[in-house]
Nanobody
Framework: QVQLVESGGGSVQAGGSLRLSCAASGSIVTINSMDWYREAPGKQRELVAS???????DYIDSVKGRFTISIDDAKRTLYLQMNSLKPEDTAVYYCNGVIRTTDRSGYQIFWGVGTQVTVSS
């Protein structure tokens, strides 16, 4: 149906930058919104940033001014530019999409498998 594949994770020192990508493929009709979540060891998965089809974006307070979410509609790829990374940003980052597919009338939620981001002090 729909596949979301994240890439761009890795290990960086505090203050460094990473750019995550999430490529969507499959039987996609429209993408309503996409999000980045993260899950740190021993913590619940949290919503980090979201973007809707109009381009409006929102962020949790802890990443405002450091992270930027964007989407390339033509490539159906979601990005998360992460600057000034901190050790507390260490987590597995997942992308999530609310997507209408060719085989159903409504929207469905799809998840990627995640990419590890490790920030050392």
């Amino acid at each position: 149906q729909v596949q979301l594949v994240e890439s761009g994770g890795g290990s960086v020192q505090a203050g460094g930058s990473l750019r995550l990508s999430c490529a969507a493929s499959g039987s996609i009709v429209t993408i309503n919104s996409m999000d980045w979540y993260r899950e740190a060891p021993g913590k619940q998965r949290e919503l980090v940033a979201s973007i809707v089809s109009s381009g409006a974006a929102d962020y949790i307070d802890s990443v405002k001014g450091r992270f930027t979410i964007s989407i390339d509609d033509a490539k159906r790829t979601l990005y998360l530019q992460m600057n000034s990374l901190k050790p507390e940003d260490t987590a597995v980052y997942y992308c999530n999409g609310v997507i209408r597919t060719t085989d159903r009338s409504g929207y469905q939620i799809f998840w990627g498998v995640g990419t590890q981001v490790t920030v050392s002090s």
